[in-house]
């Protein structure tokens, strides 16, 4: 999918399951200039539920199975053409609101190092 730099990219993820009691949850997704490492030199555009990057809008969607949102496309510092995304999703049973799905922004804490 191309798009220029500060367009807006939309994304829709959808799952395909007859069952309308499962919802999806955006946990966590990282854009990476490469498409084998999410972790170094990768951007958080969420994290544990929480929004990172502050283009980023998510949008009314048709029903519990999808989720559509977008943000505005950038290019990484070494000048890489291609940028990769991947997102983690949660499915969750709809109203256990026990479950991640309801749990929304999780700030987690780092360990501290003991001696």
Known sequence: YYVRINQNLYVEVSLHNSDSLLKLFLDTCMASPTP??????SYAIIKNGCVKDPTYVDYSSPNRHTLRFKFNAFQFIQSNPEVYLQCEL???RAYDYSSRCYQGCVHRSKREAGS
């Open 36 to 41: 084998h490492n999410f972790t170094t030199g």
């Open 90 to 92: 949660v499915v969750c």
